[in-house]
């Protein structure tokens, strides 16, 4: 069973270009966490999906970023119009739907690394 | 709200030291907690969890118990090795099945041998 899968591992932009971050969870997981790791700093929160659904958004900068989690496919983490404050690693967890005693266990990917000159 | 605090680094400690890694939480509700640890180049792994007061929980050598009397979740290994250099993250949640973590700023070990 693959683990989280994060493509790409490193990313450049320059200033004003998209990023397209994508992220397939493991198999059997319907539920989807991007975080985002400042230099020097812990994770912080950006969004919760599950397939065609955003569940929690509150963590996401209210323009130029959007996440989706389509029926088929890996979910995707959009920025728009890059600016040097968005490079960071970009991470990506899943979980599986709840069942007995699981306890919100999430499984992170290796990240996408978002450098934007 | 929910907040985690964890001390800061980095700590260098050569091989076989005891480790120690505070970490206290703000809450509300019934938190799970977490340590995770992340290896260079790496993403996070989790290390060990506890869902309730007075849960231990143990891996790989690490312990930490859930106190909800003093809010805390410290780190201990007895004897730590070089291999256990990484950043150590500690988390919670809302207490719920499924949901965001929160986490604290992590804390770099490195082990000398």
């Known amino acids: 069973n693959a683990g989280v899968m994060q493509n790409p591992r490193h990313l450049v932009r320059r200033r004003g270009q998209e990023a397209r971050l994508r992220c397939s969870p493991m198999?059997?997981?319907?539920?989807v966490y991007w975080y985002r790791q400042l230099p020097e700093e812990g994770l912080k929160f950006m969004v919760y999906?599950?397939?065609?659904?955003?569940?929690?958004e509150s963590g996401m900068p209210k323009e130029r970023f959007s996440a989706e989690f389509p029926k088929e496919g890996p979910s995707i983490l959009r920025i728009q119009q890059v600016v040097r404050g968005d490079s960071a690693a970009y991470f990506c967890?899943?979980?599986?739907?709840?069942?007995?005693?699981?306890?919100?266990?999430?499984?992170f990917g290796a990240g996408t690394r978002l450098s934007v000159l | 709200g929910n907040s985690v605090t964890q001390m800061e680094g980095p700590v260098t400690l050569s091989e076989e030291a005891f480790l120690t890694i505070n970490c206290t939480y703000t809450?509300?509700?019934?938190?799970?907690l977490f340590w995770y640890v992340q290896y260079p180049g790496e993403g996070l792994q989790l290390l060990l969890k506890?869902?309730?007061?007075?849960d231990k929980g143990s891996n790989k050598g690490f312990e930490a118990t859930y106190r909800k009397e003093t809010t805390s979740f410290h780190l201990e290994k007895g004897s730590v090795q070089v291999s256990d250099s990484a950043v150590y993250f500690c988390?919670?949640?809302?207490?719920?099945?499924?949901?965001?973590?929160?986490f604290g700023r992590g804390t770099q070990l490195t082990v000398w041998p």
């Open positions: 506890a869902t309730k007061a007075d």
């Open positions: 967890a899943s979980s599986p739907p709840p069942q007995g005693g699981t306890k919100n266990i999430q499984y």
């Open positions: 809450a509300t509700g019934y938190p799970s």
């Open positions: 999906l599950q397939k065609e659904n955003i569940i929690d």
């Open positions: 988390a919670l949640d809302r207490g719920s099945t499924l949901g965001r973590l929160y």
């Open positions: 198999k059997g997981h319907s539920h």
